[in-house]
């Protein structure tokens, strides 16, 4: 309400600056009225500008401070993950316009929001788990050798989906997707970490029967969410195709040479003898 009160009184007070304005431009005289009423006229469409801005500015905190509840949390904590920092309530009214003061609703949500510190004082970002730095990211895995989902760590800091590709690409860490989920799951690729396979699980791998044919795998594969790197089923399809001659392969023809131990009894047949096919 006060809000709403302040925005039309600011409303009242640009109609009144702008008929002063223009009544001060009508009643002006000077020895040159036509650059007097340019001047004036300038000024009044910068301040109509300005009075604009400021109205708009004012409807834009007014619609977000009477938005839903979820909203307004969900700007907060978006400028906490950003920035990474911590910021009072009025910090926080000043930078995303969400004012937890007057709004106690807001203010007890982000309080016992998981992704959300607050130390009595200052508001922060809360991830699952505390990491800095890559090295801290491979540690942490390593200490998952059945496999940590990446959406458990994608937001413990800004650049952590980079350092896990970073991780990838040099052979530290596996990332394989779950087909269920479509979910990546990161697997610590290092030597020391004894991993342990169930005796049931390698029955089972070992009683699972193959196709035979390659279309069936391709097949299964494909099933499976998986690209097959070769099409066997067009393949064939191509080769039966009638009317397309296969290309004969080219011979060489062998070139005659004259052996040098052969007497020649008429050395004028030579050159003729050089032409022969």
């Not at 431009?25 to 040159?32: E, F, H, N, P, V």
């Not at 300005?50 to 619609?63: C, G, P």
């Not at 990332?175 to 690729?189: G, I, K, M, R, W």
């Not at 030597?191 to 044919?213: A, M, S």
């Amino acid at each position: 309400m006060a809000l709403q009160e302040n925005l039309d009184r600011f409303k009242k007070q640009q109609q009144v600056c702008q008929s002063t304005v223009i009544g001060i431009a009508s009643t002006r005289k000077s020895a040159g009225p036509a650059a007097a009423s340019s001047s004036s006229n300038g000024r009044t469409q910068a301040s109509a500008t300005k009075f604009s801005n400021d109205t708009e500015r004012l409807q834009r905190i007014n619609n977000i401070r009477k938005g839903p509840i979820g909203a307004q949390m969900k700007r907060v904590i978006d400028l906490l993950c950003q920035t990474r920092q911590a910021f009072t309530p009025e910090q926080i009214n000043e930078a995303c316009y969400v004012d937890m003061r007057a709004n106690k609703d807001v203010f007890e949500s982000l309080k016992k929001n998981p992704k959300v510190h607050f130390d009595g004082e200052r508001f922060s970002y809360k991830s699952k788990h505390d990491l800095k730095d890559k090295s801290q990211l491979l540690y942490l895995i390593r200490k998952f050798p059945e496999g940590i989902p990446v959406i458990d760590m994608k937001d413990a800091y800004p650049t952590v989906m980079e350092d896990l590709q970073a991780l990838k690409a040099a052979g530290q860490i596996w990332l394989l997707s779950n087909f269920d989920s479509q979910e990546d799951t990161a697997y610590p690729n290092d030597p020391r970490v004894p991993i342990k396979v169930d005796d049931d699980l390698k029955q089972l791998f070992r009683g699972i029967e193959l196709p035979t044919d390659m279309v069936d795998v391709e097949r299964e594969l494909q099933k499976n969410g998986m690209k097959p790197a070769t099409n066997t089923e067009k393949r064939k399809s191509a080769a039966r195709i009638p009317g397309i001659p296969t290309k004969p392969k080219s011979k060489k023809k062998k070139k005659s040479q004259i052996n040098p131990k052969v007497k020649l009894t008429n050395p004028h047949l030579l050159e003729l003898l050089q032409k022969l096919p």
